[in-house]
């Protein structure tokens, strides 16, 4: 059976995965213990359709693209199979970087350049697919920022680029400095944070047609732990409604679809570490949402009706 998962043209020449797999807990999950596990999640991944990798630097203490690269390194091959999407530009007080006194954002050129450079160190990788920046910074110079994308550009180094966590106004300065079209703006949303569906975001995304990434797509351990949170009590016994009304695995995947019915056509980022739940999430794709059942999830997450 072929898989689900659609592919979407983020560039003129350059699709993504409908789902992507995120790097975030590589190294806190107790179901990676050493590369072989990598490779065997990659391998999960790309049999089940899912070939958009997101990475970003700080990941893991800054060790999570070095992780990731060393069992692409055994495998060389495996890249030609894969987009990989990283980001820049949070600088964390870390031992990898004693340099840094406070946690801080930091988009000047120099750093965008190298930071680069130690994605293309750690990932085992000649050239990023796509380099995204971070998270907004109030310091800034959107002619700098677009002077390191186009020398990472012309290069070879970068492919595209894009954001993450960017407002529609952020988003429009940075563009209004480059040649060539932002191809992203990667943002929190779920039944948890709703933010991004109604304050312009995804209006934007869908005006411009472009795919917007979303992380967190499932609230993190919210959706499955109700205890003393009220959101999750009211959408959970909804999201068990649809997952048999659409014969999902779970709520998970209930949780996904709502998402992927959106629009701009958005790519939720997935982070789990294990093969099965992989596989679950593409069963997201299948589903025609109803528009009534749609906007109940959403009453549920609101927690009252539309008006």
């Not at 060389?76 to 340099?99: G, N, Q, S, W």
């Not at 409604?241 to 998970?252: C, D, E, F, Q, V």
């Amino acid at each position: 059976m072929p898989s689900p998962v659609l592919r979407h043209q983020m560039t003129d020449d350059m699709s993504f995965s409908q789902l992507a797999w995120g790097a975030w807990r590589l190294r806190e999950s107790a179901d990676i213990k050493n590369t072989d596990d990598i490779l065997a999640l990659i391998h999960a991944c790309l049999d089940a359709g899912i070939t958009t990798f997101d990475h970003a630097d700080i990941y893991g203490g800054y060790g999570c693209e070095a992780y990731f690269g060393e069992a692409l390194a055994q495998a060389p091959d495996l890249r030609k199979r894969m987009e990989i999407v990283t980001k820049c530009d949070v600088a964390l007080v870390k031992d990898a970087r004693p340099e840094h006194r406070i946690n801080h954002y930091n988009t000047s050129k120099t750093h965008i350049l190298q930071s680069v450079e130690n994605s293309l160190r750690n990932l085992a990788t000649d050239h990023i697919d796509m380099l995204l920046i971070h998270r907004p910074d109030p310091l800034m110079i959107a002619d700098e920022v677009a002077d390191a994308f186009n020398d990472l550009r012309q290069s070879g180094k970068v492919r595209h680029f894009g954001v993450s966590n960017f407002t529609p106004s952020q988003f429009n300065l940075l563009q209004s400095r480059l040649d060539a079209p932002l191809a992203t703006n990667q943002v929190e949303c779920s039944v948890f944070e709703l933010a991004p569906i109604f304050d312009g975001t995804f209006d934007q995304m869908q005006q411009n047609r472009i795919h917007p990434m979303i992380w967190s797509p499932l609230g993190g351990a919210r959706l499955f732990n109700t205890a003393n949170d009220v959101t999750a009590e009211r959408v959970r016994p909804v999201l068990e409604r649809m997952r048999n009304k659409y014969t999902l695995p779970g709520i998970a995947e209930v949780a996904i679809a709502w998402l992927l019915h959106l629009p701009c056509q958005p790519l939720p980022v997935l982070g789990t570490m294990k093969a099965h739940r992989i596989a679950d999430a593409t069963m997201s794709c299948r589903v025609q949402f109803d528009r009534q059942d749609w906007f109940e999830i959403l009453v549920a997450a609101q927690g009252h009706p539309v008006p």
